[in-house]
């Protein structure tokens, strides 16, 4: 422990702190869409403060590993094991960088004080692996290419490395854990492979020494640095490295509702604040539908419903909500045939278009079509226009008719 005081009380990295905390901060508070209010949200934002401490730990780490190897200081400290050696190094680096991100996780979780549900721990050990990934690594870079420019050289590698290679979920060391959705979290399998990863590079970077020593008493020690070195690059290329794998689905949980006319509008418990947004959009489509479609027993939010299916959402703005709402709506009343021909599948699907952009501006009171990307023939929206155009009891009749057509026998 007195090693570890002793270096942490002189690392060169503790200069660096403040302006990486400053860093840290603006990418969770002034990067990206806002979060508060959200656990999930505020949880995942909250990892955005790993990049700039990743990148330049890398560099910092490998910049102080190159300096000693030059100086030959580590040779002078022979009389304590050299992995003992790097290890305490690492670890007071590590505990700089690790109480910055804790810092600003902590400002973040402060901001969202009151918010139904809690922190989610698991992304807090996410953004720290990451960091003190990037530390074994830099140090292991400047083990290994001491030189003068190596920092710097690291650095950009690092940004490179972080802000290209693995700064989305298609990657397996995702440095961010980017939110979708509120059904979705961390994968414990993911965060465990993450885990050993690290653990492996640290191990790779506290016997890497070994193996750069000449000396023959250290034949038989050096074969230790190069399995972890080996098995470290071997577990970074068999991680699991696409979206699917580094998020996977919530369980459903009891959910909080509320009645809209005839249905029950529910959403999951951390959105419990946000309920009145969606029991208005629900009634809305209702009453836009009203001698159209009947409305579903339950509206249900994204995640909730039979096996975690369908629903809307409130995480992207209220015209995203009424539309979500309304495919929720028309969903039960579509009919699909395995097999018809290709003309008349598309005269379903043309239907179901029709009434649902037609539904939407009639809802939010548009006077013309939302504007959404279709693929395909759009001439259909010719019609819905023309139909909005008409007094109310012929548009009620012409969407009905696109609802018959829509649920045509196969």
Not at 20 to 28: E, I, P, S, T, W
Not at 119 to 134: D, K, M, Q, R, T
Not at 160 to 183: E, G, K, Q, R, W
Request: charged content about 15%; hydrophobic content about 45%.
């Amino acid at each position: 422990m007195t090693g570890f005081l002793v270096e942490f009380r002189r690392t060169p990295l503790r200069w660096a702190v403040l302006p990486l905390l400053a860093a840290a901060a603006a990418m969770v508070f002034l990067v990206g869409d806002s979060w508060q209010g959200s656990w999930p949200e505020t949880s995942a934002a909250a990892t955005r403060a790993a990049v700039p401490l990743m990148i330049a730990g890398v560099g910092l780490a490998a910049q102080q590993s190159s300096r000693l190897r030059r100086s030959g200081s580590d040779l002078l400290l022979a009389a304590r094991p050299l992995p003992q050696v790097e290890l305490t190094r690492l670890s007071a680096d590590a505990a700089w960088l690790c109480l910055t991100y804790v810092l600003c996780t902590a400002c973040a979780w402060v901001a969202t004080v009151g918010a139904p549900g809690g922190p989610w721990l698991e992304y807090p050990l996410f953004g720290l692996s990451g960091i003190i990934f990037a530390l074994a690594l830099g140090h292991l870079l400047g083990r290994i290419a001491p030189t003068r420019f190596t920092g710097a050289i690291a650095a950009i590698g690092g940004f490179l490395l972080f802000s290209l290679v693995f700064s989305s979920n298609s990657s397996p060391l995702a440095n961010i854990a980017f939110y979708h959705s509120i059904d979705v979290r961390l994968s414990p399998t993911h965060l465990a492979w993450r885990l050993a990863v690290m653990v492996l590079a640290l191990a790779a970077a506290c016997t890497v020494g070994w193996v750069l020593e000449s000396s023959g008493r250290r034949k038989v020690t050096s074969g230790t640095g190069v399995f972890f070195s080996a098995a470290t690059l071997i577990a970074i290329v068999a991680m699991p490295g696409n979206g699917s794998l580094l998020l996977e689905n919530r369980q459903a949980e009891e959910p909080v509702c509320a009645q809209s006319a005839e249905s029950s509008v529910c959403v999951w418990p951390e959105h419990a604040d946000r309920l009145p947004e969606a029991v208005e959009a629900a009634k809305k489509i209702t009453q836009a539908a009203e001698g159209v479609l009947l409305p579903p027993a339950q509206f249900m939010e994204q995640g909730l419903g039979e096996a975690g299916a369908g629903g809307f959402t409130l995480d992207h703005g209220s015209q995203d909500l009424l539309h979500t709402v309304l495919i929720e709506m028309t969903e039960s009343h579509k009919k699909w045939c395995e097999e018809e021909p290709e003309r008349k599948m598309q005269v379903r699907v043309d239907a179901g278009l029709r009434l649902e952009a037609w539904l939407e501006a009639r809802a939010a009171k548009y006077t013309k079509l939302p504007s959404y990307e279709y693929s395909g023939d759009t001439s259909w929206q010719q019609d819905v226009r023309a139909v909005m155009a008409l007094r109310d009891s012929q548009q009620v009749e012409s969407a009905t008719k696109w609802v018959k057509e829509m649920q045509a026998p196969c």
